[in-house]
């Protein structure tokens, strides 16, 4: 059985980081990929970033760009979102998610692409 599990969120100033880190067991995705999405209240769940277990491009949401950094351990069993210069507007909750086969630049935000979702780890910025 596959299981996500987030951990690493919090609150946190304007300008601040956080360290997102997603625990992943029963799931080898050697021909997978893994991403985090977020959801604020009221909106709809974004992708943020994605990761292709096989190495080669990752992929951010433009909101994000510059500041956000996905990863991977060399185990392949964590994955990372890496968060500076956090802003008000990147409070949400934030979900791991993985999906199998191959990851393509057109379709990695889909949610219908992932398989497996985490329960979620919350991030709130102040300003």
């Known amino acids: 059985q596959v299981h996500l599990v987030e951990s690493g969120g919090g609150s946190v100033q304007a300008g601040g980081s956080l360290r997102l880190s997603c625990a992943v067991s029963?799931?080898?995705?050697?021909?997978?990929?893994m991403a985090w999405f977020r959801q604020a209240p009221g909106k709809e769940r974004e992708g943020v970033a994605a990761?292709?277990?096989?190495?080669?491009?990752?992929y951010y949401a433009d909101s994000v760009k510059g500041r956000f950094t996905i990863s991977q351990d060399n185990a392949r069993n964590t994955v990372w979102l890496h968060m500076n210069s956090l802003k008000p507007e990147d409070t949400a909750m934030y979900y791991c998610?993985?999906?199998?086969?191959?990851?393509?630049?057109?379709?990695?935000?889909?949610?219908?692409?992932?398989?497996?979702w985490g329960q979620g780890t919350q991030v709130t910025v102040s300003s």
């Open positions: 990761i292709y277990s096989g190495g080669g491009p990752t």
């Open positions: 029963g799931f080898t995705y050697s021909n997978g990929y």
């Open positions: 998610a993985a999906g199998r086969g191959r990851l393509y630049g057109y379709s990695w935000s889909w949610k219908a692409q992932y398989n497996y």
